[in-house]
């Protein structure tokens, strides 16, 4: 498969301030990524920077095939940091993923609204296109923001904590939604989340992300006990059941 992302020996951060050192990973074309590590560990922080948003302070940062065009990115932001900046319909926001192919002046045109229909088609939230964003459920509203990041027709779809602050339910059903898109839609996926029973179930590559620590590998190479242990401090289990991985901690170390 093609290389579409590559980190190579890359140092991370803002300003002067290094957030993570010599990070080297590679994303290739149509796998299923999670990027899991506690919250302020760098997550973001290699996200923006995979965006474009921020420029690596040492090493390479490699997007798109060597000599190609950069792919297209879908990004589907943290949930909370928007809801209270979106007064629109379900339609009008899902729009807004038009507006940098349309430019400052063009208004949509049918194209536009075709995209639109076909990306709450894909979410299966058509019925809701009226809707005011703001009186939708915590798993509609992340509907409508993975159609919004569909509606471009990306290569690449990142999700932000896709199920953050989502009842059981709705987390699965989220889930179930981004492993459907990867799979019929043929879209290279990275999920970033600290919720690690979410990641471990559903990507096929994981990369732990911490200060002074950066691991990428499958599922069951970096979900052990001793390397979530050491990261979280705490005495973590990792078992399968039903074929399902189940992620227990059971207290501090010195205090079980």
């Not at 899991?36 to 560990?41: D, E, K, Q, R």
């Not at 690596?56 to 190609?68: N, S, T």
């Not at 209270?84 to 319909?89: I, Q």
């Amino acid at each position: 498969m093609n290389t579409v992302i590559e980190f190579r020996n890359a140092t991370l951060g803002y300003g002067r301030k290094a957030v993570l050192r010599d990070v080297s990973f590679s994303l290739a074309a149509g796998e299923y990524v999670g990027l899991v590590g506690p919250n302020g560990a760098g997550k973001t922080t290699i996200v923006r920077t995979i965006l474009g948003t921020l420029q690596p302070l040492a090493g390479e940062v490699i997007v798109g095939a060597a000599g190609g065009e950069a792919p297209r990115f879908g990004y589907v932001p943290q949930r909370d940091r928007i809801d209270s900046l979106l007064p629109y319909t379900v339609e009008e926001v899902v729009m807004m993923g038009r507006y940098r192919k349309l430019g400052a002046t063009r208004r949509p045109g049918q194209e536009d609204r075709s995209a639109v229909s076909e990306s709450l088609r894909h979410v299966d939230i058509e019925s809701l296109r009226k809707r005011a964003f703001n009186d939708l459920s915590g798993g509609q509203k992340q509907r409508v923001l993975i159609a919004r990041a569909l509606v471009s027709r990306p290569e690449i779809l990142i999700l932000d904590e896709p199920t953050n602050g989502m009842d059981l339910s709705s987390r699965i059903s989220i889930l179930e939604l981004i492993s459907r898109l990867h799979d019929e839609e043929r879209l290279t996926v990275m999920m970033v989340s600290h919720l690690l029973d979410d990641v471990a179930n559903y990507v096929k590559r994981i990369a732990i992300v911490e200060q002074n620590f950066f691991q990428v590998g499958t599922v069951a190479e970096v979900l052990t006990g001793e390397n979530l242990s050491a990261l979280y401090r705490m005495d973590v289990r990792v078992n399968t059941v039903n074929g399902s991985t189940v992620i227990l901690a059971r207290g501090l170390h010195g205090n079980s």
